[in-house]
């Protein structure tokens, strides 16, 4: 992975309700340039054009094995790609679907070793600690791993990947194990997190409902290519399904990902929007 340099100067804000770091670089965090990825005879990414911009939060949707974790190692470094290609100013760091904790060291211990390489071991463990507070872990610093419910490991996970500050946060699916109400607890950790930090985000979900209520931008890959985006300014407090921008969105998102709406039911009036006589009452209300 190659490594833009860019001058150090101010910037605007890219969104409605947090943006770029104050000392942020005015270019973007990584540039994505005609890039291709095959693996034997498949070509999985087949010319990706793709810039992000410091503070930007980016969801990449697409459809299973359409490349989108393929992009995310390039961008994270943990692929061979052609500096040309991929290009990332500053720190990455990754989130998992899968928290990928080290099960016999302590939770304070597996945010530790992301740092493995800065500063001494009292500056570690106290950033550590800082992290794992900011993620509302505190009170489990000493916990072995294999004591965490699933929501609680991927705090810790979030954590690591906080510790080393990065510019640029990568996400890949990490929420799509957890139940419904701890999703919605770690949507809203993430927002507050990147609205105190700042860094850009790319998450990357099966999730249209979780894509249009946490991103700035939604870009949908399909096929190894980019085939729609979609960018808002609305805060997110205001993006209720129900708004018709959203809504449309929603439904472009869906048609671009090849999933057809349903049709109306046939049984319904056009003009009353009544059903007939409900002769079999559990038809009567679809
Ligand atoms: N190291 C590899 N060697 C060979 N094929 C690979 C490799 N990594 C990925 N692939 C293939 O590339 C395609 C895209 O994989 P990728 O994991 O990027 O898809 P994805 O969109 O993230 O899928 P999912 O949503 O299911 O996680 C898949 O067909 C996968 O089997």
């Not at 800065?118 to 463990?125: L, P, S």
């Not at 992290?131 to 954590?159: I, K, M, T, Y």
């Not at 770690?186 to 507050?192: A, F, G, S, T, Y």
Request: charged share 25%; with cysteine.
């Amino acid at each position: 992975m190659a490594r833009l340099s860019t001058p150090a100067a101010p910037r605007t804000s890219v969104t409605a309700d947090s943006g770029p770091h104050p000392d942020a670089p005015v270019g973007p965090v990584a540039v994505v340039a005609s890039h291709r990825r095959r693996f034997g005879e498949r070509e999985v990414l087949r010319g990706i054009d793709l810039s992000i911009a410091p503070g930007e939060l980016v969801a990449l949707l697409g459809r299973s094995g359409c490349g989108k974790s393929t992009l995310l190692r390039g961008l994270a470094g943990l692929d061979d790609v052609p500096r040309e290609e991929v290009r990332v100013t500053g720190r990455t760091a990754v989130a998992f679907q899968e928290p990928r904790l080290l099960p016999w060291q302590r939770v304070q211990r597996n945010v530790e070793l992301a740092l493995l390489a800065e500063g001494d071991r009292r500056d570690r463990a106290r950033r550590a600690t800082a992290a794992l507070a900011e993620v509302g872990l505190a009170e489990r610093c000493d916990a072995w791993p294999l004591h965490l419910s699933g929501g609680q490991a991927q705090r810790v996970s979030l954590a690591r990947a906080l510790v080393v500050e990065p510019e640029l946060l990568l996400l890949d699916e990490p929420f799509s194990a957890l139940d419904a109400l701890t999703r919605i607890e770690m949507h809203q950790l993430v927002i507050e997190l990147w609205r105190k930090h700042r860094m850009a985000i790319l998450l990357v979900t099966h999730d249209v409902d979780e894509a249009l209520a946490l991103a700035d931008r939604v870009v949908v890959l399909d096929q190894g290519l980019i085939s729609y985006e979609w960018r808002t300014e609305l805060p997110r407090t205001e993006r209720s399904p129900e708004r018709p921008e959203v809504a449309a969105a929603r439904a472009d998102i869906l048609h671009a990902l090849g999933v057809r709406p349903l049709p109306p039911n046939p049984d319904r009036d056009p003009v009353t929007g009544r059903l007939p006589h409900p002769t079999n009452p559990t038809r009567s209300n679809r």
